[in-house]
Nanobody, 120 residues
Framework: QVQLAESGGGLVQAGGSLRLSCAAS???????MGWFRQTPGKEREFVAA????????VYADSMKGRFTISRGNAKNTVYLQMNSLKPEDTAVYYC??????????????WGQGTQVTVSS
């Protein structure tokens, strides 16, 4: 079992930045970790993912260049640095973990989510 806990969401003005954190506990060795986001009435959307060693990252095209995913030295924490935020980035952001990266919201483990609101 893997438990995930997100933090760092909040309210920010357009053009601003936020950094989300996700702390994993339990059987975390070897897991890839990622971020998804969801707005009401829409499917959960892939944002970014990173491999266990932090060397390989994958991004959704719309976030590439604005968002950066990284892994902490202890490997059980993942960060999402979000810059140049837009109102359309407003969503609940979810941390996820699994053994392989997929852009589909089919990952095995999920956090509870953290709200990010970008005001115009």
């Amino acid at each position: 079992q893997v438990q995930l806990a997100e933090s760092g969401g909040g309210l920010v003005q357009a053009g601003g930045s936020l950094r989300l954190s996700c702390a994993a506990s339990g059987r975390t060795f070897g897991n890839v970790m990622g971020w998804f986001r969801q707005t009401p009435g829409k499917e959960r959307e892939f944002v970014a993912a990173v491999t266990w060693n932090g060397l390989t990252t994958v991004y959704a095209d719309s976030m590439k260049g604005r968002f950066t995913i990284s892994r902490g030295n202890a490997k059980n924490t993942v960060y999402l640095q979000m810059n140049s935020l837009k109102p359309e980035d407003t969503a609940v952001y979810y941390c996820a973990a699994d053994t392989t990266i997929t852009r589909a919201p089919l990952w095995h483990y999920w956090g509870q989510g953290t709200q990010v609101t970008v005001s115009s």
